[in-house]
């Protein structure tokens, strides 16, 4: 059986004492540059790492922060996770996934099995994740980082988009192309971010005298796009603008026009998404969309975690950028 290297190996190797090892990958403790140089010198030939999870136990500083999501198959949430991971690792932190796609009792478990290695914060993305999951992490002492989250709590930093704004550029830009039968083409996750893109597509059509078609159904997928699509584009009186809460409904909207109902979009129907995926870029779609900006969330949370704790909620609005390709008329 392979034994995992000591610090009492390095310190023999090194010639020093188990305590000079540890004060060695101490940060700001106490040590000679010429002990620490033999320190390091012996556990590179080793092959020796710090086991931080035992030292966390003692300092409750383990450095393990959860990322709490749903839908992390989707691409802007595997952007964003993705995100979220490498600023984690540049501050030294480490992320532990916790996936809540199931709403059965399996997540709490898991989230108590993280609470159990003493995981010093979690940051709740939007979609399913339940409220309760917040009270677990606030109840254990961990910090929290709520992302597009209609939650406000002590001692918690809310991120959140300004999405009704979106919804009301997304009119704009619909209206100016000489669109005015508007629809709204979204799924049933009913998350605070798809309803305030709802609730600002709706407001402003109805501040220039249109009526709004909405269709949802399903969860946020290229199949509810699909779906939808179908049912809006051979109705009666065929919208000719349709904004999409997500790209992977615009691009399921985009196939039922062009691929199924052999329409020609921009002429025919203008279609507008959000999320700025891969896909909205491909030569296949040329979606017309909106950036989130998921840098911002990544750097705002994590350099959050890494001050000092506050006792009042803060709260931070960021917007989203509209990104012109060739869904919309000129």
Not at 183 to 206: I, N, Q
Not at 303 to 323: G, Q
Request: aromatic share 6%.
């Amino acid at each position: 059986m392979r034994t995992q290297v000591s610090a009492k190996d390095v310190a023999e190797l090194a010639g020093v004492s188990r305590t000079a090892v540890s004060r060695a990958f101490t940060p700001g403790a106490s040590v000679s540059s010429e002990t620490r140089a033999k320190v390091y010198e012996a556990a590179e030939k080793l092959g020796y790492q710090v086991n931080n999870l035992a030292r966390g136990l003692l300092t409750s500083k383990t450095g393990i922060v959860a990322l709490i999501a749903a839908e992390i198959n989707t691409p802007y949430r595997s952007t964003l996770l993705a995100a979220l991971s490498s600023q984690l690792q540049a501050a030294g932190k480490v992320g532990m996934l916790i996936n809540t796609d199931r709403s059965d009792e399996s997540v709490a478990q898991a989230l108590r099995q993280a609470i159990s290695y003493r995981t010093e914060a979690a940051i709740i993305l939007s979609g399913m994740p339940d409220t309760s999951l917040a009270e677990i992490c606030l109840r254990n002492g961990m910090r929290l980082v709520l992302i597009n989250r209609d939650e406000e709590r002590a001692g918690t930093l809310q991120l959140r988009l300004d999405d009704a704004a979106a919804g009301r550029q997304a009119f704009a830009a619909l209206f100016a192309a000489g669109c005015r039968r508007m629809a709204f083409a979204s799924s049933l996750a009913g998350t605070p971010s798809l309803e305030d893109r709802r609730k600002g597509f709706a407001a402003a059509a109805a501040d220039a005298g249109l009526a709004l078609i909405e269709d949802a159904s399903g969860m946020t997928s290229y199949q509810t796009g699909l779906d939808v699509g179908m049912r809006l584009l051979t109705r009666p009186e065929r919208p000719d603008g349709i904004f999409c809460s997500t790209d992977l409904i615009a691009c399921g909207v985009l196939d039922a026009a062009r691929q199924r109902l052999k329409l020609r979009v921009p002429e025919e129907v203008s279609i507008i998404g959000f999320d700025d995926i891969e896909q909205a870029t491909w030569d296949s779609y040329n979606l017309t969309t909106f950036s989130q900006p998921v840098d911002d969330f990544a750097k705002a949370a994590v350099s959050y975690l890494s001050e000092p704790e506050h006792d009042e909620p803060r709260s931070i609005m960021l917007s989203s950028r509209m990104v012109w390709r060739k869904t919309v008329r000129d």
